[in-house]
């Protein structure tokens, strides 16, 4: 079982940044793919980032790629979400995720923190 917990969300204006912070407790942290979904009003849930144990498999959606980052630290069972130059489109609530297998669908992780909201107000 492992517990994910997301913080770091919060309104910021057009072209800021936040940095989104998850820390995972439970079974071994170091042997999960980490990833980033958000879901905005509305729409599906979506692909945001994900990044493997030794990071050697890192991919980003490309809607966010070149302004967002995904890093972990596995010392400290913590995944973060740099996000820069922020758009309105980028509002959603943003959950972790944990899984076995490097994916991009939502569906092969097996455990989600509750989320953290983003506005970005234009």
């Known amino acids: 079982q492992v517990q994910l917990v997301e913080s770091g969300g919060g309104l910021v204006q057009v072209g800021g940044s936040l940095r989104l912070s998850c820390a995972a407790s439970?079974?071994?942290?170091?042997?999960?793919?980490m990833g980033w979904f958000r879901q905005a009003p509305g729409k599906e849930r979506e692909f945001v980032a994900a990044?493997?144990?030794?990071?050697?498999?890192?991919v980003h959606a490309d809607s966010v790629k070149g302004r967002f980052t995904i890093s972990r630290d596995n010392v400290k069972n913590m995944v973060y979400l740099q996000m820069n130059s922020l758009k309105p489109e980028d509002t959603a609530v943003y959950y972790c995720?944990?899984?076995?297998?490097?994916?991009?669908?939502?569906?092969?992780?097996?455990?989600w923190g509750r989320g953290t909201q983003v506005t970005v107000s234009s």
């Open positions: 439970g079974r071994t942290f170091s042997r999960d793919v």
């Open positions: 995720a944990a899984g076995s297998a490097g994916s991009t669908t939502d569906a092969m992780y097996s455990y």
């Open positions: 990044m493997s144990r030794t990071g050697v498999w890192t």
